[in-house]
């Protein structure tokens, strides 16, 4: 079965320190890939998405991911964080955008606490 | 103002009740789906909708039923078979092979 895996459930970060948030996945071939962003009682943003080409892609706020084929890995980074970008993020996959059966499957998530 | 909107913000659900959730989209989408968010779970997906007047489960359809009768919207009741159902829940759309849009969310809580 298909599964995402966000192994840190909190991170703590200082403000203007690099982040790094951690997603793997078990599939069969490469899904498609997201990241989202979630503030204390609020819907789900989306940070940015990986569907094929570069594998480096640039996203909303700062925000940059990288598709790693040979570890199945879709890694969030910020080179400088802000206290602003304290929330839950989830990473997300899907077999077939717009035509598939199954919707997104979600990581856990990660907590992210910014330190003054 | 365009978007997906979800009433109401916050719900209560007495023992044996059923309560449905509204989940309204003026985007001109055509799938919809509903998600179920427990802390440290993160999201479930409950029932999805690719077209009016069709609706498939998802992974935690039990104790739950959906509605497609227009475009616009997909309610969703949540069930007296639905033994644990304080969460909070989000509605999404998608518009052909762009990605999934969320809704504000829904907060249930039993009474």
């Known amino acids: 079965a298909q599964s995402v895996t966000q192994p840190d459930i909190h991170i703590t970060v200082s403000e203007g320190a690099s982040l790094e948030l951690r997603c793997n996945y078990s599939y069969g071939a490469t899904p498609y890939l997201f990241w989202y962003v979630q503030s204390p009682g609020q819907g789900l943003q989306l940070l940015l998405k990986?569907?094929?080409?570069?594998?480096l892609v640039q996203g909303i706020k700062g925000f940059e991911a990288e598709f790693k084929r040979s570890q199945s890995s879709f890694n969030l980074r910020k080179p400088s964080v802000h206290w602003s970008d304290a929330a839950e993020y989830f990473c997300a996959v899907e077999m077939f955008p717009g035509g598939g059966a199954d919707g997104l499957t979600f990581g856990k998530g990660t907590h992210l606490i910014i330190q003054p | 103002d365009g978007g997906i909107t979800q009433s109401p913000k916050y719900l209560f659900r007495k023992e044996g009740q059923n309560v449905t959730l509204s989940c309204e989209q003026n985007?001109?989408?055509?799938?919809m789906y509903w998600y179920r968010q427990d802390p440290g779970q993160g999201l479930r997906l409950i029932y999805y909708?690719?077209?009016?007047?069709?609706?498939q489960k998802g992974d935690i359809a039990e104790g739950y039923s959906v509605s497609r009768e227009k475009k616009e919207s997909f309610p969703l009741t949540v069930t007296s078979a639905q033994k644990n159902p304080t969460a909070f829940y989000l509605c999404?759309?998608?518009?052909?092979?762009?990605?999934?849009?969320f809704g504000p969310g829904t907060r249930l809580l039993v009474l």
């Open positions: 909708s690719q077209i009016v007047n069709d609706f």
């Open positions: 990986y569907f094929s080409g570069d594998t």
């Open positions: 985007l001109n989408h055509d799938a």
């Open positions: 999404a759309t998608r518009g052909g092979l762009e990605t999934q849009y």
